[in-house]
Protein backbone atom coordinates (compact mmCIF):
# COMPACT_ATOMS: atom_id res chain seq x y z
CA UNK A 1 0.00 0.00 0.00
CA UNK A 2 1.14 3.32 -0.88
CA UNK A 3 -0.70 7.18 -0.77
CA UNK A 4 1.62 9.99 -1.65
CA UNK A 5 0.17 13.40 -1.12
CA UNK A 6 0.86 16.46 -3.39
CA UNK A 7 -0.09 20.23 -3.54
CA UNK A 8 0.86 21.74 -0.14
CA UNK A 9 2.55 24.86 0.10
CA UNK A 10 2.66 28.48 1.31
CA UNK A 11 -0.70 30.36 0.85
CA UNK A 12 -2.07 33.76 2.36
CA UNK A 13 -5.37 33.70 4.48
CA UNK A 14 -8.22 33.38 2.02
CA UNK A 15 -6.71 31.75 -0.81
CA UNK A 16 -7.54 28.21 -1.90
CA UNK A 17 -5.05 24.85 -2.40
CA UNK A 18 -6.05 21.29 -3.82
CA UNK A 19 -4.43 18.51 -2.49
CA UNK A 20 -4.01 15.33 -4.26
CA UNK A 21 -3.25 11.63 -2.73
CA UNK A 22 -1.99 8.87 -5.83
CA UNK A 23 -2.89 5.34 -4.15
CA UNK A 24 -0.98 2.30 -5.40
CA UNK A 25 -0.82 -1.30 -4.22
CA UNK A 26 -4.44 -2.06 -3.25
CA UNK A 27 -8.18 -1.57 -4.88
CA UNK A 28 -8.38 1.98 -4.34
CA UNK A 29 -12.31 2.18 -5.42
CA UNK A 30 -13.01 -0.57 -2.81
CA UNK A 31 -11.79 1.72 0.13
CA UNK A 32 -13.18 4.77 2.14
CA UNK A 33 -10.60 7.40 2.28
CA UNK A 34 -9.91 9.98 4.58
CA UNK A 35 -8.03 12.82 4.78
CA UNK A 36 -6.49 14.01 8.26
CA UNK A 37 -4.32 17.07 9.11
CA UNK A 38 -2.02 17.81 12.24
CA UNK A 39 -1.39 21.20 13.04
CA UNK A 40 2.14 22.06 15.19
CA UNK A 41 2.47 20.44 18.78
CA UNK A 42 -1.45 19.06 18.76
CA UNK A 43 -2.03 15.54 18.08
CA UNK A 44 -3.57 14.34 14.36
CA UNK A 45 -7.39 15.22 13.58
CA UNK A 46 -9.51 14.43 11.20
CA UNK A 47 -10.63 16.27 8.54
CA UNK A 48 -12.90 14.33 5.63
CA UNK A 49 -13.95 11.34 4.13
CA UNK A 50 -15.44 9.84 1.73
CA UNK A 51 -17.23 6.78 0.87
CA UNK A 52 -16.26 4.28 -2.17
CA UNK A 53 -18.14 5.40 -4.31
CA UNK A 54 -17.71 9.18 -3.91
CA UNK A 55 -21.84 9.87 -3.21
CA UNK A 56 -21.24 10.26 0.74
CA UNK A 57 -18.63 12.51 2.13
CA UNK A 58 -18.07 13.93 5.77
CA UNK A 59 -16.51 16.92 6.99
CA UNK A 60 -15.09 17.68 10.52
CA UNK A 61 -17.36 21.06 11.86
CA UNK A 62 -13.61 23.14 11.10
CA UNK A 63 -14.03 23.06 8.05
CA UNK A 64 -17.53 22.09 6.62
CA UNK A 65 -18.59 24.55 3.97
CA UNK A 66 -15.06 25.37 2.99
CA UNK A 67 -13.09 21.94 1.66
CA UNK A 68 -14.40 19.38 -0.47
CA UNK A 69 -13.00 15.98 -0.83
CA UNK A 70 -13.93 13.88 -3.96
CA UNK A 71 -12.22 10.96 -5.60
CA UNK A 72 -11.34 9.50 -9.11
CA UNK A 73 -11.36 5.72 -8.82
CA UNK A 74 -10.38 5.65 -12.48
CA UNK A 75 -6.83 7.47 -11.63
CA UNK A 76 -7.15 5.87 -7.80
CA UNK A 77 -6.34 9.40 -6.88
CA UNK A 78 -7.98 11.16 -3.62
CA UNK A 79 -8.34 15.33 -3.74
CA UNK A 80 -8.97 17.87 -0.94
CA UNK A 81 -10.01 21.13 -2.58
CA UNK A 82 -9.46 23.84 0.15
CA UNK A 83 -10.90 27.39 0.06
CA UNK A 84 -11.49 30.22 2.01
CA UNK A 85 -7.98 28.92 3.81
CA UNK A 86 -7.68 30.25 7.22
CA UNK A 87 -4.09 30.28 9.45
CA UNK A 88 -5.85 27.34 11.57
CA UNK A 89 -5.43 25.37 8.82
CA UNK A 90 -1.35 25.42 9.27
CA UNK A 91 -0.98 21.78 9.18
CA UNK A 92 0.25 18.50 7.70
CA UNK A 93 -2.21 17.22 5.59
CA UNK A 94 -2.36 12.95 5.29
CA UNK A 95 -4.38 10.85 3.29
CA UNK A 96 -5.86 7.48 4.92
CA UNK A 97 -7.34 4.44 3.82
CA UNK A 98 -10.31 4.06 5.45
CA UNK A 99 -12.85 5.67 7.74
CA UNK A 100 -13.36 4.47 10.93
CA UNK A 101 -10.14 2.54 10.60
CA UNK A 102 -7.32 4.46 9.12
CA UNK A 103 -4.91 1.48 8.45
CA UNK A 104 -2.05 3.41 5.73
CA UNK A 105 -1.32 7.02 6.35
CA UNK A 106 0.43 8.69 3.46
CA UNK A 107 3.57 10.86 4.33
CA UNK A 108 1.87 14.22 4.30
CA UNK A 109 2.23 17.30 2.63
CA UNK A 110 2.71 20.92 4.14
CA UNK A 111 -0.17 23.42 4.09
CA UNK A 112 0.98 27.08 5.44
CA UNK A 113 -1.75 29.89 5.86
CA UNK A 114 0.18 32.86 6.80
CA UNK A 115 0.29 36.19 4.98
Known amino acids: VQLVESGGGLVQPGNSLRLSCAAS????????MSWVRQAPGKGPAWVSA????????YYADSVKGRFTISRDNAKNTLYLQMNSLKAEDTAVYYC?????????WGQGTQVTVSS
Open 96 to 104: ARGYVVMGY
Open 25 to 32: GFTFGSYD
Open 50 to 57: IYTGGGST
